[in-house]
């Protein structure tokens, strides 16, 4: 291992020198803006922060256009390593994304004729700051903007200095006990653009943005500039050609009727995601009739996954008397709901996470499962065994060890010693809080795919599904996140890279509703006891509109904007999200025919404010449209 790192670190002393240059230090979650002056190169390196050997992670390079220049992909064994592009004067700028939640420390070095701007992430710690480090950023004139900042047990305050006259803005950052937290204070508004220079006090993780204006820092004063951000183009190709079928897009459900359910009804959920108390369900047999057929038969889930599990979130459990009663009670109350569904059963939760070793979970998970296929009548009712619902799959859970913890590994492990007990590979996948990085799931997918084979008709021999996800696990979630139009863009793009190859089965989002310190369901709670749609529920039924049964193969040669093309018999969709801050203008054209003397297709839109779509035209046989930024759009048509 010592050898690796001392390679590592003789790689970047070997780098062209940099006379006079910048350098960004401990970066974990954040994106850097590049105009180089002169052609001089970028160098990128990078040393483990925690778990970095149980963790792949991917960075992006884009130009001003937002085309993407570079996907640096990073194996988990390069724990330290470096990459290096040429940046060229002649560009417009660069964009360098460092998606969180790295497991590394990144390194960034430009010579001393590029001036670079960091953007950090709004709540969560975006770098590993150096004591009392200092920054710099812009507040134009006329603007009422705010500094926040957040506790992460590194640095404890942030002072604001503006340079015209000395004024300072002092913010101490409180230790919050609840992660969405945060504090704030507001910048005086001045007539005239005002340069601020920002004290970090403290050292260690760091927490800090700005609400009100361009959320931009600099190392230096006269660094400080107004990104270009071009128009981007994008082109679609339609193939006649059937991938397989859809995901079922679902959410995580209550262990109760939820006490909103006309909103259930209106999310219209093709799927769910229960848990399972053995302790509950051992002493009241009956405890889930009182719910689970109206999911069934009134709201018309017929795909679900139940994990098992005892109150209190204990999530360890052995094949004792509690157990063995408690799955006999699930399996006679879902036999009970009748022919037609299919109910995936998982017999723990993230036991990659949850359980002291592999081989106690393997014989837990053994003995529970050959009573399942023991059951009478288990296999009509639509009862299938589902592995391991681990957290995460191709990288490790967050906690010690993580690199022999891999969900793919357990997977492998359980496939290998007992397949004929098993009909589907779930998993929970936390963490890819990045709009730019959501072709992790596509490859996560694609990985799964790979682990349990194809059939003869190209189907994965068994089924694929993420049973939970969200941006972040637990409460670890931002209000920047969650209650905006960030999470409505995040899930449109992470069901369609999903779903991009037929691949999956099922993918829920994790949860229906707010619960006690759990801040991140389709529905929000509010003060009164109201529950009401989050964005991302909003943006959930402008999916479900658009959601065809089969995926048709769709090239697209764009970076941030992602879509998915589909249909329901004669019936077309084209899904996409404009993920990004740009308009984008889009070229749309089908294999083997030409829009001339068509009608053209419908378009729709979905954005944080009412928007009217403009016209989509016929252009040099290509249908052409444009969509603002971040919003979500659907072309429809019928085709013989």
Request: glycine letters at 8%.
């Amino acid at each position: 291992m010592r050898s690796r790192w001392a390679l590592a670190w003789l790689l970047i002393a070997s780098l062209p020198p940099l006379a006079h240059g910048l350098e960004w230090s401990g970066i974990r979650d954040g994106a850097l803006h590049l105009k180089p002056a002169v052609d001089e190169p970028l160098l990128i390196a990078w040393e483990p922060a925690w778990q970095a050997d149980a963790n792949e992670e991917r960075l992006y390079l884009q130009d001003s256009s937002g085309q993407l220049l570079q996907r640096f992909e990073i194996p988990a064994r390069e724990q330290r390593g470096t990459r290096q592009w040429p940046l060229r004067a002649a560009s417009s700028g660069y964009r360098l994304e460092i998606p969180g939640y790295s497991f590394r420390l990144y390194q960034v070095r430009h010579g001393d004729k590029t001036a670079s701007l960091f953007e950090p992430v709004k709540t969560h710690f975006s770098i590993e700051a150096s004591r009392d480090q200092t920054l710099y950023f812009r507040v134009p004139a006329g603007v009422n903007a705010q500094l926040g900042g957040k506790h992460h047990g590194g640095v404890h305050a942030l002072t604001a200095e503006r340079l015209s006259d000395r004024h300072q803005v002092h913010l101490k950052l409180q230790r919050h006990t609840l992660y969405p937290r945060s504090d704030l204070v507001s910048l005086p508004v001045s007539a005239e653009e005002q340069i601020w220079r920002l004290h970090l006090q403290g050292k260690g993780k760091a927490a800090f943005w700005l609400d009100g204006t361009d959320n931009l820092f600099a190392q230096r004063p006269e660094h400080l500039y107004q990104p270009i951000q071009k128009p981007g183009r994008v082109g679609l190709s339609l193939h006649d050609k059937v991938l397989g079928p859809t995901a079922k897009l679902g959410v995580a459900l209550p262990y109760s009727l939820p006490e909103d359910a006309t909103l259930l009804g209106t999310l219209s959920p093709q799927a769910g995601g229960h848990y399972s108390f053995v302790n509950v369900m051992a002493r009241n047999p009956q405890h889930e009739q009182r719910f689970r057929p109206l999911f069934r038969h009134k709201y018309g889930i017929a795909h679900d996954i139940t994990l098992l599990a005892k109150t209190g979130r204990v999530a360890d459990l052995d094949f004792d008397a509690t157990s063995r009663a408690g799955l006999q009670a699930w399996l006679d109350s879902t036999s009970s709901l009748g022919a037609g569904g299919i109910h995936y059963l998982s017999m723990a939760d993230e036991p990659n996470l949850n359980y002291s070793s592999y081989p106690r979970f393997a014989d837990y998970f053994r003995a529970m499962a050959e009573r399942v296929r023991a059951h009478p009548g288990a296999h009509a009712a639509g009862i299938r065994i589902a592995i391991p619902a681990s957290s995460r799959l191709v990288n490790g859970p967050t906690m010690t060890d993580a690199r022999n913890r891999r969900g793919i590994d357990w997977a492998k492990r359980l496939l290998d010693e007992h397949e004929p007990l098993i009909d589907a590979l779930a998993w929970h996948e936390w963490m890819i809080r990045d709009l730019r990085a959501t072709d992790w799931y596509r490859y996560s997918v694609r990985q799964a795919a790979d682990l349990v084979g194809l059939d003869k008709q190209g189907r994965p021999r068994k089924a694929l599904l993420i049973d939970q996800t969200n941006l972040s696990s637990g409460n670890t979630i931002s209000h920047y996140e969650q209650d905006t139009q960030f999470a409505a863009l995040w899930w449109a793009s992470v069901a369609i890279q999903s779903s991009a190859d037929g691949l999956l089965d099922m993918l829920n989002w994790f949860l229906l509703a707010d619960d006690d310190g759990h801040f991140k369901g389709m529905l929000r709670l509010d003060s009164a006891g109201n529950y009401s749609l989050r964005p991302v529920g909003h943006a959930m039924n402008f999916m479900q509109r658009y959601w065809g049964e089969d995926v048709l193969l769709l090239d697209n040669d764009a970076f941030e904007v992602d879509a998915l093309a589909s249909r329901s018999g004669k019936h077309h969709n084209l899904l996409g999200v404009n993920k990004v801050d740009r308009l984008q203008q889009i070229r749309f054209t089908a294999a083997n025919t030409t829009c001339s003397g068509l009608d053209p297709p419908q378009l729709d839109l979905f954005s944080a404010t009412p928007i009217l779509p403009g016209a989509v035209n016929c252009v040099s046989g290509a249908w052409q449209f444009e969509v603002p930024a971040e919003s979500l759009f659907a072309l429809t048509w019928e085709q013989p």
